[in-house]
């Protein structure tokens, strides 16, 4: 029997340090962890017969196997097994992919039930899965897995936890899930795992997106409702010195600029902790903005964090940021994962004891390891990718330091209130003058002669090139195999030019050292998949083809445009893209006419009401897995009042243990993730 919810998956039964590792890379440590790591769709498999099917439909088949089931292998780790299954008086064609382990579980005259995708006109079954003969419902859950772990064990583990459940006590209050509707805990995860009905799975999932929500809120409101993090000491830092810093620079500040940098001051004049979120477009020039900030803290004999998403953002940010504050005697360091071990310890020390200034860095910044003499002020650059305990971890190694999140992807103020708490709002609302616009276009893959002759002019006036190709998570390797196979393409076409690929699984010094050579113009056209999407300045590169292109979101893919268009000619956007809906042309032609991201942001949010798949990961928004903050944005707002009611009259949750332990819980495992 499971004692305590928050015991190791190792006290199940059967589960071992190897299966344990194989939880963990999902993120699943505990039986708490596990029993709420929810499915993210149900297989309907109720039987349908044959002759009602459609094209593509996704159905169980039941039948007997009536040849020798055939495998052949294609390379390595590619695999098809194939036989017919005769279904009273038909005979289909089943065909498994990559499973070759299931041919021993398979004979002529065996009864099998089997799950997949049913072709018409090859009658035919691309098979996902056998399904077991006695099922509890019809309903089959499938979870997020991956490599380390399969589908079905991962089942068989959940049935074990929840056959051994104890007691799971409520985290939000019986008045509310009363009133609003809402399952317990304990009805909730055994709803969740095995419900009895397609309705009853909605009902669930819709107390599993509000429980979510409560929890993220509960965070949200201990954080900014504290009084104590509100106190802080004026910065006296010195006007004329940053008058000397804009002296420096290649160019005049716009007035947006120059406006957000005063209200920055402003807040860093009074005393009191800064809580800012600064939105500008791609390209807006926030870099600039965050150097007057920083050196702001420094002159007032602060410390300052730039923390990061990305490895590549991190290098480009200290080599501009390093390069202007040395003239000023800043001493500035680079820390990320990267980072040799023996310079780490160098950096940490020189942290603790005030030599370095400032550090910029990516998650590297928020370990254990690294503390200050006396931290002033956190910048978060791209800031929804950070989740509150990030953003709080880093914040906590400062004596409520001055707080400055920046993002390219601006939401209305309203929802910015509601995702991110009290902040006050900065906008850069024009770009830079002098940008020309760039030159956007959609086209099908029919029209790809274009896009190849544009590209062969561009190469030719000596400018630089990406090509972006879009890698979804559920099918990492079959989208790496296309991004590999398209640089392989190009690099035959362009046969004078340096064609190198850029990907998310190469390791941190490959990707810079690519990223560095795209730089200096040693490579010519850049296939990457979407780790350039965010910050990446190298003004030559004046191109931009995306594939897929209606495979991101609006948002995402106005980043990844953001690229381009940084230097003094003309630059040129290709969308290629055969989208099939309709929401799918919308979204092309509104990304290929509208270049404001604020207005695009709208038109985003707009769309996505209508139910926009991918678009929804990448809006800029803080993530949720149950829910997501606009279709279900009136659930977090009932979600926020009531925390900041439990908050207000009990800030340290003494009246509600469980809750508490959840949120003590989830800050913990933030730490190991
Ligand atoms: P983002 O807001 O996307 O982070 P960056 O800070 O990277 O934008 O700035 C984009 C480019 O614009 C950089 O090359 C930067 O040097 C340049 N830039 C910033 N401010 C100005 C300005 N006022 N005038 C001209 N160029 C500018
Ligand atoms: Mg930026």
Redesign the pocket.
Known sequence: MIENLFDPVTKLKGVGTKTAEALASLSIYSIYDLLFYFPYRYDDLEMIPLDQLEDGQKVLLKGIVATEPFLSRFGYKKSRLSFKLRIDHDIIMVNFFNQPWLKNQLEIGKELAVYGKYSLLKQSLSAFKIVASRQDSDLSPVYPVNRHIKQKKLIDLIKLALNELPDVEDIIPQSIRSKYKLLSDQELVKWMHQPASPKAAKFAKRSAMFREFFLFQVQLAQLSMNPASKKAPAKKYSSSELDNLAKT??????PD?KKVINEILSDMGQAKQMRRLLQ???????????EFAIYAAITAGYQAALMVPTEILANQHFN?IANTLAQFGVRVALLTSSTKTMEKREIYRELTDGTLNVVIGTHALIQANVSFKKLGLVII?EQHRFGVNQRQKLIAKGDNPDVLA?T?TPIPRTLALTAYGEMDVSE?RHL????KPIVSKWVTTSHLDEVLAKMKEQLAAGFQIYVVTPLIEESENIDLKNAKELSQKLANYFKDEQVVLLHGQMAGDEKDDIMTSFAAGQIQILVATSVIEV?V?V?NANMMVIFDADRFGLSQLHQLR?RIG?GQTESYCYFVADPKTEIGKKRMQIISTTSNGFKLSEEDLKLRGQGDLFGKAQSGLPEFRQGDLVNDYNAMVVAQELARAIIKKDPNLNQNPALKAVIAYNKKIKEID
């Open positions: 620079l290649p160019f005049e500040l716009s600029q500008g477009d791609v390209g807006s020039g926030k870099t600039v903005v965050a501009k650059d920046m390219a850069i830079p003058a002098g940008r910050g300045d003004p953001g940084r």
